[in-house]
């Protein structure tokens, strides 16, 4: 399902200032937050315009489901943490939110003959899947800022070692999470499907499915970039304690009996630090004035010094319109190496992988194929395969899976 599309804010003071155009309307909606319905002739009795209305529904701040409006789970969530009005802790895991959607999914099912009741658990379990998704998806953009802070601004090494220690732990931690949101995405598939019928709730399942790949995706990478930072603070560590060593050994005079600094030094070809000399060979008076060849010469430069200077450069033809003409070309390039990472640790098969990869920007059938055929080159060492083959349109493939 196609993501909805809001209007950005172009800053906090836009923010406000659209929040407090309405301030009356969001106040009421506010207070009757927990009625199932709040009718938009109602709203527009509120609003100062409709016109304003319809601008909070562009924004995102207020959400619209046929003649009901409702305020958008991310902002309502906002105002009850600040207010402290929520039912739920301001700090609530994501774990506490798994299970409280779990135990909605159940209360929902056990509401079969009562419609009130089941519309209640419907409105909980969206607000429980938006808290989800956006909050693993923000715990993992506050991760990768925290881990390039770290290492870029703290000089302690034995300090940076452990922070990174710790994000590398809170990353494992956010993957079993992203794991267990996934199965219960699967495993309550059908219970989804079969609710009362819901357009908003597929499109936030949806968003969700999408926030996970996100995450997911960025904790392998930035998995990898915690293991090079580590890599690196211990060659540092290593460096830095030679320093100190041959330092010491400087200050007490005994780096030479000490240490085999002279020794290794006395292998190393150190021409590279010596300075260049740059010699001039001037051509001899005798020859240049007393045989044929250097009055040749001496010919020939006169010939040069008295026509001025000489510009052997041919002027090009000029541009044509078509080649004046701006050429823009813009070519969406997908990161093979990346969507490699991604399906070492998916599990599925690698043409089933790529083809039904959810991209940023959509991707025609060749393209595809292409990043099929680069991943099968360059990891050929990586992949397995099982002899199997299946088809796909009009083409037969083989079953390969990651070792």
């Not at 002739?41 to 304003?52: D, P, T, V």
């Not at 034995?158 to 699967?186: C, F, N, P, V, W």
């Not at 010469?297 to 701006?326: F, H, M, N, T, Y």
Request: charged share 30%.
């Amino acid at each position: 399902m196609a993501k909805e599309i809001t209007k950005p804010f172009t800053g906090i003071g836009d923010l406000l200032s659209k929040l407090n155009s309405e301030s009356k309307l969001l106040t009421e909606m506010y207070h009757y937050r927990t009625r199932l319905e709040f009718s938009y002739s109602h709203a527009l009795e509120l609003a100062s315009s409709e016109k304003r209305l319809q601008m909070l529904i562009e924004y995102g701040i207020l959400h619209r489901d046929g003649d009901n409006l409702e305020i958008d789970e991310l902002f309502l969530r906002f105002f009850e943490e600040v207010l402290q009005s929520s039912e739920d802790s301001s700090n609530t895991t994501v774990e506490e939110n798994l299970t409280k959607l779990q135990k909605n999914i159940e209360y929902y099912q056990k509401e079969q003959n009562n419609t009130e009741g089941q519309r209640y658990y419907l409105r909980m379990i969206r607000r429980g899947l938006v808290v989800i998704g956006s909050m693993v998806r923000r715990n993992v953009v506050t991760l990768k800022r925290n881990i390039d802070d770290v290492y870029k601004t703290i000089g302690n090494y034995a300090t940076k070692r452990m922070r990174l220690e710790e994000y590398m732990q809170q990353l494992r931690s956010i993957s079993l999470l992203i794991d267990e949101t996934r199965k219960i995405l699967k495993r309550e598939d059908t219970t989804f499907r079969v609710m009362i019928p819901d357009e908003r709730l597929l499109h936030i399942i949806a968003e969700v499915h999408s926030d996970m790949q996100f995450a997911f995706e960025n904790v392998i990478e930035l998995e990898r970039v915690i293991r090079d930072y580590l890599h690196q603070i211990d060659v540092q560590t290593r460096t830095l304690k030679k320093i100190r060593k041959l330092k010491y050994l400087k200050d007490m005079e005994t780096w030479r009996s000490d240490s085999d600094v002279e020794a290794v030094l006395s292998r190393l070809n150190a021409v590279w630090m010596e300075r260049e000399y740059k010699r001039r060979i001037k051509p001899s008076l005798s020859y240049i004035t007393t045989t044929t060849e250097g009055i040749s010469v001496l010919e020939q430069v006169q010939k040069i010094l008295s026509k001025g200077r000489c510009d052997r450069r041919v002027a090009a033809p000029p541009l044509g319109k078509e080649q004046l003409a701006a050429l823009k070309i813009v070519e969406d390039l997908v990161d093979t190496d990346r969507l490699a990472t991604a399906f070492m640790a998916s599990g599925r098969d690698l043409f089933d992988f790529v083809i039904n990869y959810h991209y940023e920007t959509p991707q025609p059938l060749d393209r595809r194929l292409e990043y099929y055929a680069e991943i099968v080159q360059g990891y050929l060492g990586q992949l397995r395969f099982t002899g199997e083959w299946r088809d796909y349109e009009q083409l037969r493939y083989p079953i390969i899976y990651a070792r």
